[in-house]
């Protein structure tokens, strides 16, 4: 009886162990993919004007400039992907006038640091990033 009582006692504890390994593991691309909510471009052009007015210190005035210039280019890179379109030189051109307005509205101090902040987030998206497949040999 002893012996019984002890097998169904770690039967049952492999199999709590088990499921609790199973639940806590990590997210797929898919399923975070699927849990990203799509921001409006209001919101992303706010939070695109936070996240400046916190790093380069942007006055009041400054703040409502890029946060008109976001908007645009939010709603314009909106408006591109839903047409289904692949041409780079059109979101290039949404990305430069963009970066035209912003160097406008910045002093040249806080161009230079901005600069400097996208190039890193750039990197570091590039190291982020999976390595492409390679790809299969032909056998010339």
């Known amino acids: ?19 609790a390994q199973t639940t806590a593991a990590p997210t797929t691309d898919n399923q975070q993919s699927a849990q990203h909510v799509q921001k409006t471009p209001e919101q992303k052009a706010t939070d695109v004007a936070n996240h400046m007015t916190k790093e380069l210190g942007l006055t009041s005035d400054q703040a409502a ?42 002093t040249p101090d806080q161009y230079t640091k901005w600069q400097a902040d996208k190039a890193a987030r750039r990197a570091k998206h590039k190291r982020n990033r999976p390595a492409p497949a390679p790809t299969p040999a032909t056998g010339k």
């Open 65 to 106: 400039k890029i946060h008109d210039l976001a908007l645009t280019r939010a709603e314009k890179m909106g408006d591109w992907r839903a047409s289904g379109a692949t041409d780079k030189a059109l979101r290039q051109q949404i990305m430069g006038e963009f970066d035209s307005g912003v160097k406008s509205v910045l």
């Open 1 to 19: 009886m002893k012996k019984f009582l002890f097998i169904a006692l770690l039967t049952a504890g492999t199999a709590s162990f088990a499921l």
